[in-house]
């Protein structure tokens, strides 16, 4: 079974940029689509992006679009989700997740639900 483990968040400065990764263990790790999360304090855990598992579709939440960018390295087990323009609002711990393998369920690319395996977060904190 895949395993992921976030990395990269930290605090950084309103207009700054970071980088997560998020690194999978397992096999066959280029047949799962991975998603970012995000669940601000108080709030429901909301899409962020994520990417189908050639890598040649990805799909972003409106309040990041433009600003966040998600890549995978399926020969590194990795998917990155770059981060720049950063927002106080983007403050809160990110999540990366990954659905089954040949995934056929009812659930799209954006919806939580379709997600099994989660990582435990990294924490980003944007201020000036």
């Known amino acids: 079974q895949v395993h992921v483990v976030e990395s990269g968040g930290e605090w950084v400065q309103t207009g700054g940029s970071l980088r997560l990764s998020c690194v999978a263990s397992?096999?066959?790790?280029?047949?799962?689509?991975v998603g970012w999360f995000r669940q601000p304090p108080g709030k429901k855990r909301e899409f962020v992006a994520s990417?189908?598992?050639?890598?040649?579709?990805?799909f972003y939440a409106d309040s990041v679009q433009g600003r966040f960018t998600t890549t995978r390295d399926n020969n590194k087990n990795t998917v990155y989700l770059f981060m720049s323009r950063l927002k106080p609002e983007d403050t809160t711990v990110y999540y990366c997740?990954?659905?089954?393998?040949?995934?056929?369920?009812?659930?799209?690319?954006?919806?939580?639900?379709?997600?099994?395996?989660w990582g435990q977060g990294t924490q980003v904190t944007v201020s000036s």
């Open positions: 997740a990954v659905d089954s393998p040949y995934y056929s369920g009812p659930y799209s690319y954006t919806s939580s639900d379709r997600y099994s395996i």
């Open positions: 990417t189908s598992t050639g890598g040649g579709h990805q």
């Open positions: 397992g096999p066959d790790f280029r047949n799962y689509a």
